[in-house]
């Protein structure tokens, strides 16, 4: 099985070269073990430059030797794009390298895409008609350019018809454990797991999510209410009083509203509350029925659900999960 690494300007080596020597460590065990896996066909990863250089710079500087170049192979079995942490514009920019991962796609290849990797899988179009997920800072921004994708932004892991797609950061070794079970041998992508001490019962990104609301939309109108509503978590604020401090009619600022953030002021609202409640269970050691108060909440059960609903966790179960004491 050939698997190509591709590495470009700009790119995360920290994935690209993490998920390239989980597969090296992979095809290690395998011949360790060859009788304890069925591995069928030996695994040939190399790297390969996204440009027509054989040295590329990552996200932070750093410069990466590569194998070759992606104009000079015939479609891999696999294509793995690793993720950047800037500037969209510009690795977009690379439009031969975007038409050749479309290519090898339509010449069988499969195409494993990690973090904000999926912008560059949009780009080609294969992602029209379809779900994807990306990192979840980024899921404004993808919603924004591809429109015709449907973005599941709480996703860990999509798997899309030879399209594989991972959130964000170190959810790329969750999907290369998810690579190794279906493409080279399933007891095997359950060892390394344990090898590597991956815990692959991560399927959400919302427990790892940071409410910052969308605030770079230029309307400082809906800004004044977004600024109003972080303030003012504790309270009970109604549209026809958010509409009447911003002096607009009701209709135009939900319109307005939902235009500039994506969600509705009561989403947002809830978003909020979520989002201070979680700063208070990592700062202090008061009780859950008393930070659901200091939020807007009288009754315990909806507050639970509210935060069940935004962070993919019960309000006790990610307190155990994420505050030590």
């Known amino acids: 099985m050939r698997v190509v690494f591709l590495a470009y300007p700009k790119c995360s080596l920290w994935s690209l070269i993490g998920s390239y020597e989980m597969l090296q460590k992979t095809n290690r065990i395998a011949q360790i073990y060859s009788d304890k896996f069925n591995v069928k066909e030996p695994i040939c990863p190399i790297t390969a430059s996204g440009t027509r250089e054989t040295r590329?710079?990552?996200?932070?500087?750093?410069?990466?030797?590569?194998?070759?170049?992606?104009?000079?192979?015939?479609?891999?079995?696999?294509?793995?794009i690793p993720g950047f942490d800037r500037d969209i514009p510009s690795v977009?920019?690379?439009?031969?390298?975007?038409?050749?991962?479309?290519?090898?796609?339509?010449?069988?290849?499969?195409?494993?895409s990690f973090c904000t990797g999926s912008f560059i899988l949009a780009a080609t179009g294969l992602l029209d008609g379809k779900m994807a997920t990306t990192h979840w800072v980024y899921s404004r921004e993808f919603e924004r350019m591809f429109p015709k994708t449907k973005l599941l932004a709480d996703r860990m892991l999509i798997d899309n018809d030879r399209l594989y797609m991972s959130g964000g950061a170190s959810s790329f070794q969750n999907l290369m454990i998810y690579l190794i079970e279906k493409y080279i041998d399933k007891a095997l992508g359950v060892f390394m797991s344990k090898i590597l001490l991956i815990d692959t019962d991560r399927y959400l990104q919302s427990p790892y999510t940071i409410f910052y609301g969308q605030k770079t939309h230029g309307d400082s109108s809906v800004l004044l209410a977004q600024e109003f509503i972080e303030s003012h978590v504790a309270d009970f604020i109604s549209i026809d009083e958010l509409a009447c401090i911003v002096n607009m009619s009701k209709r135009n600022f939900l319109r307005r509203f939902k235009q500039a953030t994506g969600d509705t002021p009561f989403v947002y609202m809830q978003r909020a509350k979520v989002e201070a409640a979680k700063s208070m269970m990592e700062d202090s050691s008061a009780l859950l029925t008393e930070i659901a108060e200091k939020i807007g909440y009288d009754d315990f059960s909806s507050f639970r659900k509210a935060f069940k609903k935004h962070t993919g966790l019960s309000p006790l179960f990610y307190r155990k999960k994420y505050v030590f004491r």
Request: aromatic content about 10%; overall charge negative.
């Open 92 to 112: 977009l920019s690379n439009t031969a390298m975007i038409e050749k991962v479309r290519e090898f796609y339509e010449a069988g290849s499969a195409i494993a």
């Open 56 to 80: 590329i710079e990552g996200s932070y500087g750093n410069f990466m030797e590569v194998d070759t170049s992606i104009f000079d192979i015939d479609a891999p079995d696999l294509l793995v």
